[in-house]
């Protein structure tokens, strides 16, 4: 079974801070790493598709980053805001392009107060 | 606007009984998905499909069934053999090529009584 670990599993942070959550995923027969928003009642939406090492990806107050090699990713916000707060996704591609399935972990759940 | 669509967003089933999830999406994505969401867990495949008339097994596939008879819809049966069925269940899509990202239905929650 592949594991997919997110760190941490909850976070609150004040409005203002800056915060970011680790993705642990198998460095072996990785293809692509995806991150996803998921805010409350709402379907999750994809934030960024990360595919080589050393990529970063920026949308807004939001990027990421990706090590293949060691088998992470960061998700960073700056300056949290309350429209911030949801469950953020991570998920490896893991085998070929035809084949390899996405394989999604727990979620880090982020709180962001006024 | 596009998007998927999943139908009902509550469901209630009686121990025994077979039920079916809908999934409709109108993007013209060739490739679709079935996800189920337990407590403190992610998001587990159940089916996938890439193209219309064909579809394989995820990881958790016992005690479901799905069809794929047209390009726009991916509906997932519940079965009686399904032994923990009580859980949120989300339908994705994607264009089917490499790095997209999936966009997802609003899922249903299904729980039996």
């Given at each position: 079974?592949?594991?997919?670990?997110q760190s941490p599993q909850s976070?609150?942070?004040?409005e203002g801070d800056s915060t970011?959550?680790?993705?642990?995923?198998?460095?072996?027969?990785?293809?692509?790493?995806?991150?996803?928003?998921?805010?409350?009642?709402?379907?999750?939406?994809?934030?960024?598709?990360?595919?080589?090492?050393?990529?970063?990806?920026?949308?807004?107050?939001?990027?990421?980053?990706?090590?293949?090699?060691?088998?992470?990713?960061?998700?960073?916000?700056?300056?949290?805001?309350?429209?911030?707060?949801?469950?953020?996704?991570?998920?490896?591609?893991?085998?070929?392009?035809?084949?390899?399935?996405?394989?999604?972990?727990?979620?880090?759940?982020?709180?962001?107060?006024? | 606007?596009?998007?998927?669509?999943?139908?009902?967003?509550?469901?209630?089933?009686?121990?025994?009984q077979n039920v079916t999830l809908?999934?409709?999406?109108?993007?013209?994505?060739?490739?679709?998905?079935?996800?189920?969401?337990?407590?403190?867990?992610?998001?587990?495949?159940?089916?996938?499909?890439?193209?219309?008339?064909?579809?394989?097994?995820?990881?958790?596939?016992?005690?479901?069934?799905?069809?794929?008879?047209?390009?726009?819809?991916?509906?997932?049966?519940?079965?009686?053999?399904?032994?923990?069925?009580?859980?949120?269940?989300?339908?994705?899509?994607?264009?089917?090529?490499?790095?997209?990202?999936?966009?997802?239905?609003?899922?249903?929650?299904?729980?039996?009584?």
């Amino acid at each position: 079974i592949l594991n997919v670990e997110q760190s941490p599993q909850s976070l609150h942070v004040q409005e203002g801070d800056s915060t970011n959550f680790t993705c642990s995923f198998p460095s072996s027969n990785f293809y692509a790493l995806h991150w996803y928003r998921w805010e409350t009642a709402k379907s999750p939406k994809a934030l960024f598709v990360m595919t080589l090492n050393g990529d970063e990806k920026k949308k807004g107050r939001i990027s990421a980053t990706l090590n293949t090699k060691e088998g992470y990713s960061y998700l960073y916000i700056k300056g949290s805001q309350p429209e911030d707060s949801a469950t953020y996704l991570c998920a490896p591609r893991i085998g070929s392009s035809n084949t390899g399935k996405l394989i999604f972990g727990q979620g880090t759940t982020l709180q962001v107060k006024p | 606007d596009g998007g998927i669509t999943q139908s009902p967003k509550y469901l209630f089933r009686k121990e025994g009984q077979n039920v079916t999830l809908s999934c409709e999406q109108n993007l013209n994505h060739d490739a679709m998905y079935w996800y189920r969401q337990d407590p403190g867990q992610g998001l587990r495949l159940i089916y996938y499909s890439q193209i219309v008339n064909d579809f394989q097994k995820g990881d958790i596939a016992e005690g479901y069934s799905v069809s794929r008879e047209k390009k726009e819809s991916f509906p997932l049966t519940v079965t009686s053999a399904q032994k923990n069925p009580t859980a949120f269940y989300l339908c994705a899509s994607t264009p089917g090529l490499e790095n997209y990202g999936y966009t997802f239905g609003s899922g249903t929650r299904l729980t039996v009584v």
